[in-house]
Each structure stands twice: as structure tokens, then as C-alpha cells.
């Protein structure tokens, strides 16, 4: 694989899901508003201090709620499949991320032209992920209405704890469609923002793009867009402080920094929670392979912070051991 010349001042910045709803919250215009702001000033530190930052973010509660909103009114208004509803969540995250952005980037003393990018994302439509789909999207069923959707809209269901839930193919991303649009901008001086929720998963079909049903991770759809804008330094904001080594057991341990062969060996020996800290943890490896410096994983609100080193878990390459 070739690795690009990365830059030194670019970083990519991947929201997790608390950047945009906390744990406990209904997920009101107002509170969904009130949390971007915060982030969005986060954001704008990074920039005060010389980043030059493409930003990416997670879309889970959010594209679930547009899913249930078109159930329910099913009989009133026809529904739209995943993907549009994917790029729907797109479009209200990346409005609100953008103006919030807009404005903290103002009040801050380092004014920026900000735009949010509907993307889509190439995937493989023999990705083996589509015969075997994991992740879960929209809301919880009886058993008996999952039975009815599994006949009636061919819907994978899996039981869960508080009832049954669809789930769909998690298919890797390939390629970021939008890539020569984004890296333009980001060349301008644009402070973008782009695959949302891990953009939405098209194919080629008969030479024509088309959406697929499928829900691409958002940290390894943030690596891709790292690689296309050729990111020195890979930010991934979540709700824990650092990257733990036997999470959830007696004897867990926090990591400060690991090496890519660190990495691959803790990942392998299963460290990292499948669908969480997993992908976050494979799409640091790939950054790093594919010419990154330095990945990190860090809670919200410690960014410059653990870009300084002084939070968080770096993941570095095999050289920078010591
Ligand atoms: P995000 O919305 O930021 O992507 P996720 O829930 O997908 O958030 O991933 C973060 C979560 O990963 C943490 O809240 C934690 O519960 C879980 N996790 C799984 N394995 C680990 C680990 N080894 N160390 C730390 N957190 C882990
Ligand atoms: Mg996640």
C-alpha cells in the first residue's frame, strides 16, 4: 500500500455519540443544540491553536429517531429506506455542527468558512459483512411484530435484552465518493465537515451509484477521510478518558500509548468491545499504516490536551516505542 506524505498541521476530528447527545438525554432540538455548542468550541480551540481540522461524527441516536419517525407515519407519508435516511441524519448533524462551528470559530478570533459534506461512501457489495449483519439500528420489537418484519420486510432481527432490534450489514468503507470535493475545500482553507455517521454506503451498479442498505463505522469512514486529506494526526473523542487493556474486569488497566504491533496483538486477544472500541482501534492501525503520525483516543473536552500528549491513549508506530 502506498502511504501519503502526511501533514503535520491536519488533524480529523471523530465525534462520538456524547459530542451530540449525553446518556439520559430525549434528544430535543435544544439539548442535541445545546451539546454541538460545546463541542463546537472544543473544535475551535484546536483551530486557535494552529490545527488546521476536518471533522467527522457519529449518527446512531439520530438516524434512529428519523427511522421511527417513518415507521410511524408510514400510512401518512411514504417511507424512505437507510440510506436516505442516513443522509437525512447527515444533513441535520451537519446544519447543526456547521453553524455551531460557524459561530464559536467567530467568537473565538479565528474565523473559518465551514461547510458540511453529504457523503457517501464505496463499499464492496460482496463485503462479507452483508451475509452476516451485527449492528443494530431503530427501535426494539416484541417478538412477535420482529417475526411479522422479518417476513414482511426481509429485516434481520436479533434478540437483545429489551426486546428484538433490526440489524444491518456493517460493511468496511472503501473509498469516501466525495474525496476530490473535500480535499479541495480543506486545501482552502474550508472547515469541513464530512461521513456523518460514517456517510452512506453506496455500490456501482450498472455504472450507476446506489445506496445500500448498511451502516459503515464512523471511525474507520474517519480513517478514509484522514487518508483523503492526508491527515497527520487522527483525533477520536469519545465518552471514556482512555483505551483500557481487560475492560470491565478487576484488573483493567488504562494504556497512555500503545504501538501499531501493540495494538494488533491487544485487538487480537480480544482487549476492545466489538462495535465500540474495536473499529476505533483498527482504524488508528490503518491510520498509521497508511502514512498518519499519531492517532488518539480521548474523552470530549480533553482535545488539545491529549494532541499535546497529556490525555488520552496515542497509538504510534512501531519505531516511536520507548
Ligand atoms: P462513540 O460514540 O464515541 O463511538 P462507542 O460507544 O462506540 O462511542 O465507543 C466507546 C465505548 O467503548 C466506551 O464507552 C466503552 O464502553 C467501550 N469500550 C469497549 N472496550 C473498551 C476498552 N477496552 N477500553 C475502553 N473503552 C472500551
Ligand atoms: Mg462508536
Known sequence: MDRYESRADTVVVALGGNAI?????????????????????????????????????GN???????????????????????????????????????????????????????????TQVMVDPHDPAFSNPTKP???????????????????????????????????DPLAIVEAAAIERLVDAGVVVVASGGGGVPVVVRDGTLVGV?????????GQRLAADVRAGYFLILTDVPRVKLFYGQPNEMELAQLTVSEAKAYLAAGHFGV????????????????????????????????????????IVPDESNG
Request: hydrophobic share 45%; with cysteine.
Open 137 to 171: 439500528v431503530g427501535r426494539f420489537y416484541p417478538e412477535e411484530e420482529a417475526e411479522r418484519l422479518k417476513t414482511e420486510r426481509g429485516w434481520t432481527m436479533k434478540k437483545t435484552d429489551k426486546g428484538w432490534r433490526r440489524v444491518v450489514a456493517s460493511p
Open 21 to 57: 447527545l449525553q446518556a439520559g438525554q430525549r434528544g430535543t432540538a435544544a439539548e442535541q443544540m445545546a451539546n454541538v455548542r460545546t463541542t463546537a468550541f472544543e473544535i475551535a480551540n484546536l483551530v486557535a491553536a494552529g490545527w488546521r481540522v476536518v471533522v467527522t461524527h
Open 213 to 221: 442498505e448498511g451502516v459503515i463505522d464512523k471511525d474507520l469512514a
Open 60 to 118: 446512531g441516536p439520530q438516524v434512529g429517531n428519523i427511522l421511527l419517525q417513518n415507521e410511524e407515519a408510514q400510512h401518512t407519508v411514504p417511507p424512505m429506506p437507510l440510506d436516505i435516511c442516513g443522509a437525512e441524519s447527515q444533513g441535520m448533524l451537519g446544519y447543526m455542527i456547521a453553524q455551531a462551528l460557524g459561530s464559536a470559530l467567530a467568537a473565538r478570533g479565528v474565523p473559518r468558512p465551514v461547510a458540511a459534506i453529504i
Open 275 to 314: 462495535g465500540s472500541m474495536a473499529p476505533k482501534i483498527q482504524a488508528a492501525i490503518r491510520f498509521l499504516e497508511a502514512g498518519g503520525r499519531e492517532a488518539v483516543i480521548a474523552a470530549l473536552g480533553a482535545g488539545i490536551a491529549a494532541l499535546e500528549g497529556r490525555a488520552g491513549t496515542r
